[in-house]
């Protein structure tokens, strides 16, 4: 018998610091399986098919979804983004934990479908220092912050729909709260009481009979 691996879900609003946590948090979990999403844009220069994306045009994509092959997708700019429902279906039921960085959409959609995922909120210390973050990008037009900057603040109240609140005011002390919360719920009552209450009943009942 072999215990279900858990999905965590990362999230937040644009400018907490999402793929940053995320890229470094996956050197000090070596077993944590980072899914990989479908998108229909065009690879970049460095990335492979099957390591940063799989990449899909428009029709495949949308095959995807009539199939019910994707946990969660939206457009984003203009691509199509989402995340493939076997390959991390094919994970957890290999007991392995899997990690999905995605967006607040994303997010609601995964949990409508495993409401047992473990859902972390991602947040800057201070709408100021989320302002700093957006402009450090150096990308944003004044009108695109402002866009931007409104959207990031609105999808802070979405926090009350996830398990856990995670403040990134430092990359590394974010890191070790994330790993403090996917130990607690490994070690979770609910995830290990019908793994463990069987063969622990079976065993005391092979003890009485002896």
Same mark, same amino acid.
């Given at each position: 018998?072999?215990?279900?691996?858990?999905?965590?879900?990362?999230?937040?609003?644009?400018?907490?610091?999402?793929?940053?946590?995320?890229?470094?948090?996956?050197?000090?979990?070596?077993?944590?399986?980072?899914?990989?999403?479908?998108?229909?844009?065009?690879?970049?220069?460095?990335?492979?098919?099957?390591?940063?994306?799989?990449?899909?045009?428009?029709?495949?994509?949308?095959?995807?979804?009539?199939?019910?092959?994707?946990?969660?997708? @939206?457009?984003?700019?203009?691509?199509?983004?989402?995340?493939?429902?076997?390959?991390?279906?094919?994970?957890?039921? @290999?007991?392995?934990?899997?990690?999905?960085?995605?967006?607040?959409?994303?997010?609601?959609?995964?949990?409508?479908?495993?409401?047992?995922?473990?859902?972390?909120?991602?947040?800057?210390?201070?709408?100021?220092?989320?302002?700093?973050?957006?402009?450090?990008?150096?990308?944003?037009?004044?009108?695109?912050?402002?866009?931007?900057?409104?959207? @990031? @603040?609105?999808?802070?109240?979405?926090?009350?729909?996830?398990?856990?609140?995670?403040?990134?005011?430092?990359?590394?002390?974010?890191?070790?709260? =994330?790993?403090?919360? =996917?130990?607690?719920?490994?070690?979770?009552?609910?995830?290990?009481?019908?793994?463990?209450?069987?063969?622990?009943?079976?065993?005391?009942?092979?003890?009485?009979?002896?």
């Amino acid at each position: 018998m072999i215990q279900t691996g858990l999905l965590i879900v990362l999230s937040g609003p644009s400018g907490a610091g999402k793929g940053t946590v995320c890229t470094a948090l996956r050197p000090t979990m070596p077993d944590l399986n980072v899914s990989i999403s479908a998108t229909t844009r065009a690879p970049r220069s460095g990335e492979a098919e099957g390591v940063n994306y799989f990449f899909k045009s428009r029709e495949q994509f949308q095959e995807m979804v009539e199939r019910d092959e994707l946990l969660e997708w @939206a457009q984003v700019y203009g691509n199509f983004y989402g995340t493939p429902r076997k390959y991390v279906e094919d994970f957890l039921a @290999a007991g392995k934990d899997v990690l999905l960085e995605i967006d607040i959409q994303g997010a609601l959609q995964v949990k409508r479908q495993f409401p047992n995922g473990v859902f972390i909120f991602l947040i800057p210390p201070s709408l100021e220092e989320l302002r700093s973050r957006i402009i450090g990008r150096g990308t944003e037009t004044e009108e695109s912050f402002r866009l931007r900057f409104g959207a @990031a @603040a609105g999808e802070l109240k979405y926090m009350d729909q996830y398990d856990y609140v995670v403040v990134n005011d430092r990359v590394d002390d974010a890191c070790r709260r =994330i790993r403090s919360i =996917i130990e607690a719920e490994r070690c979770s009552v609910p995830r290990n009481i019908d793994f463990y209450r069987h063969p622990f009943q079976n065993e005391l009942k092979s003890e009485t009979r002896n």
